[in-house]
């Protein structure tokens, strides 16, 4: 009962963490208890060893790995705690079972003794009893002895005698029998009695030493809750500290974050004073081309002065030799009289010549006061006219601002000779109130007025010159460095070509193109004294069918050719600095207006033109016409890269009207495509801008060569061209419904601030 599997188990861990070996009572080999034990066995080594455990860091500071440790110190104590906690229920539940069983053994050894008492006391009558019948057999042996003596030999009686003689040994014999067992029985009986008493001895014994081990558990037991008591006080303080460190920590999170505010600010404040420095570098260059000019006049002036003063020499050397001859006369009495004459002459001579060169003098002061006065004018006109330049730029650019960075102008073209006859004037109308003047458009249909108004509504009698006055601001963005995109929408006949390229062999009626290209040839030449040199690339392609046709080419490239069949031309590519790159396509490098009209008439004479029942000379393909613009101003090492497209789109007339089939047919569902896309991409980058949607550029070739030119900090202006004709009425209203779709769009408001500012600290430079 003592030496049990668990038993042997408990004892083993005890010893195994107290350090003492066996109490005496072992009798299985302690190495079962290992086996026998799945969880984690610790020696007092390994217990003391835990508690008196140091904890060393390389970083006194690294807190994390700090905390790290204290956490796997934490982890072990609290495994230790565990399995000691198992072990003191072991032991709590032998220490019951070994107490039963004592009182058990306790009990029955009292019942055994009670037993042996009786049978003793009841072997002891028995024994009484036999002695008393022996005694009283004796006693008549005696009798009957001394009866046969006084009797005489009577043989019979004797028989008779000797008998009952016999039978009585007989009885003393079984009696001395029993008695002999009986008296064994006692002996087997103390001696049970014996082994029984040394038992309890026994059993008393272990209780003794159970409850030494009791004890010695329980004072075990104390210890070690004394030392769970310190483990949980550090895992408190390992807390307390792990909190202060992450407290730690955030703060300094928060001063860090604040410090990356403040470098960023700076940075930023670095980035304006250098704009400053810049502008004030380039400043001084100009103001020296000033002073030096300002030197020359000064010298010119001064060379002036010279001149006249030596007259005034010349004048004085008269009057010397008038005195001279004074004394002649003195002397020559005669010809002093003759001479008196010319003297007072001459006199009067130097006294006039005096006279004019002192009027000479006070007249060159009085010019030269005026030249001073009209020199200062001269500068306050042209500080005001720089001054003017910035504000305009600047109020151009916060027009944009105002209202995003894609606008929509709206073009009516006048009637034309062959036109059906309509009422113009009746089915199109012009607000006058003072805000929509110039800005609104009423179109009726049905009977049914639809109102529109735009940022622009060009009617049918203003020139061309009017149209580009309008759009020269954008033109002269992309010499700042901008990307513009100028398109002209509208069907077919409604005046989208008229606008952007004219009327061919009219000077007066060229269109939007050719005069950007004037205006922008114009301000190269103006900017160049400002130290800005530009270099310009024209190229013109047009998109047929969704495949791109080069209209610039020769078609004599070989490698071309080759490419052609590969399929690989005319891939458009965007590298990672958001240029545009068309395989194989003409790019030429342009100096002059000349050779761009030049260009542009190769251009025309390569155009598509397909024929529909309703226009002959109908153009079925975008015309997009690139003008890629890189300045550098040498003494600003500042760097521009601008673009200009300028995109006559296919008519936009709707399937149905244009009554085709065939290859026709195939024709206008390509441009419906591309316009529809077209006009998905604006909307989605309008809707981006609210962060919501993927842009499909990819959805067509003319939205993906125009990709980094859409968006952005680029700039968009759309011409929605509108035919007056009343059969066109319906398309008209279509155009101008998608023309105030996009017109409702704003592209580029967050990004427009950082641009127009980089590119304004430039353009008050340039
Ligand atoms: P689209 O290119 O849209 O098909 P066009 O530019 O070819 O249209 O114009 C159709 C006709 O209308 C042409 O003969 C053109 O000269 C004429 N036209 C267009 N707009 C005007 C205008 N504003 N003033 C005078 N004529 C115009
Ligand atoms: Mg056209």
Redesign the pocket.
Known sequence: MVGTANNARIRQAFSVVNGIQDLGLSSNPASNAGSECGTIEFTREDVEALLSEKMRYKNKFNYKERCENMMDYIKRLRLCIKWFQELEGDYAFEHERLRNALELSEQKCAEMELALRNKEEELNLIIVELRKSFASLQEKLAKEESDKLVRGLDSEFNVAALDSLAREKETRLNMERSHASLSEDLGKAQEELQSANQRIASINDMYKLLQEYNSSLQHYNTKLQKDIDAAHESIKRGEKEKSAIVENLSTLRGQYKSLQEQLSTYKASQDEAMRQKDALVHEVASMRVELQQVRDDRDHQLSQVQALTAEVIKHKELAVSSEDLEARCASQSNQIRSLSDQLAAAEEKLEVSDLSALETKTEFEGQKKLINELRNHLEDAEYKLIEGEKLRKRLHNTILELKGNIRVFC?V??L?PDDSSGSEGKLISYPTTTEALGRGIDIMQNGQKHSFSFDRVFM?D?S?EDVFVEISQLVQSALDGYKVCIF?Y??????????MMG?PGHPD?KGLIPRSLEQIFQTRQSLLSQGWKYEMQVSMLEIYNETIRDLLSTNRDASRLENACNGKQYAIKHDASGNTHVTDLTVVDVCSTKEVSYLLDRAAHSRSVGKTQM?E???RSHFVFTLRISGLNESTEQQVQGILNLI?LA?SERLSKSGSTGDRLKETQAINKSLSSLSDVIFALAKKEKKEDHVPFRNSKLTYLLQPCLGGDSKTLMFV?ISPEASSVGESLCSLRFAARVNACEIGTPRRQTSMRSSESRLSLG
């Not at 509208?490 to 606008?499: A, I, L, N």
Request: glycine share 14%; net charge positive; charged share 20%.
């Open positions: 073009r073209r006048p034309l049918p203003e061309q002209a509208g069907q077919t006949g409604s005046g989208k070509t008229y606008t009327k009626l226009n000379q109908s153009s006559d008519g061209n």
